[in-house]
């Protein structure tokens, strides 16, 4: 399994541009979270998806974030319009189900910078 | 709410030897799990061991071994025989075992140095 997939790794935008941040999950995994990882306030869950659903977006930062998923092999986060506080590592990761018992897989991140 | 914290923003250990990352925890919940991911330079997040808090036995993963004390909120980790190889952010992380509580509360992280 190729596990959880984001693109792009890297991103450099100016502030004002709408970002989007792609994540393909493992295969099979029906639970779907964004995070963020910042120096200043350390890794933040932003919103969780199970299967397809968005059930706790109590961590997306305000109304210029949004998250999609449109079906159950690709979800996106988008920045609009971005600002250089936005400047960060941004983490999906994927769950086999809903129960806790199950792990959380991390992909390798995109390092979003927006000067 | 959950708070998790690491105490130590860095560490060092010499190649082969012993080192121990600290982290303690806040919860009013009575069954949870606990975790130690770590962060190589490539910025991927590693699951290294996990723990959960209704087992008394400290989980094991090869050269990694946990210390948990559940009465003192305190979720150490031990590597032993470090390698090159272990050099890396750790982060102590905690979730409840409810099926609602999928959020992950990440500790601070310690940035460990193996030193050849």
């Known amino acids: 399994d190729a596990g959880v997939i984001q693109s792009p790794r890297h991103e450099v935008t100016e502030m004002g541009q709408e970002v989007t941040l792609r994540c393909k999950p493992i295969?099979?995994?029906?639970?779907l979270f964004w995070y963020r990882q910042t120096m200043m306030r350390g890794l933040e869950l932003l919103i969780y998806?199970?299967?397809?659903?968005?059930?706790?977006d109590s961590g997306m930062p305000e109304d210029r974030f949004s998250a999609k998923m449109p079906n159950a092999s690709f979800s996106t986060l988008k920045i609009q319009p971005s600002e250089p506080r936005d400047s960060a590592v941004y983490f999906c990761?994927?769950?086999?189900?809903?129960?806790?018992?199950?792990?959380?897989?991390f992909g390798p991140g995109t390092r979003l910078t927006v000067t | 709410a959950q708070t998790v914290t690491q105490s130590q923003p860095e560490m060092s250990v010499q190649e082969a030897e012993t080192v121990t990352l600290s982290c303690t925890y806040d919860?009013?919940?009575?069954?949870?799990?606990l975790f130690w991911y770590k962060q190589p330079p490539s910025r991927q997040m590693i699951l290294v061991i996990r723990?959960?808090?209704?087992?008394?036995q400290n989980a094991t993963e090869n050269r990694f071994s946990v210390n948990f004390q559940k009465a003192a909120k305190s979720f150490s980790l031990k590597i032993s025989d470090s390698q090159l190889g272990d050099a890396a952010m750790y982060f102590c992380?905690?979730?409840?075992?409810?099926?609602?509580?999928?959020?992950?509360?990440f500790g601070e992280g310690t940035q460990l140095t193996v030193n050849p």
């Open positions: 990761a994927s769950r086999v189900g809903r129960r806790a018992t199950y792990e959380q897989y």
């Open positions: 295969s099979g995994h029906n639970s």
């Open positions: 998806f199970n299967n397809n659903v968005p059930i706790d």
């Open positions: 919860t009013s919940e009575s069954d949870y799990y």
């Open positions: 723990q959960e808090a209704y087992k008394q």
């Open positions: 992380a905690y979730r409840s075992r409810e099926t609602s509580g999928s959020r992950l509360t």
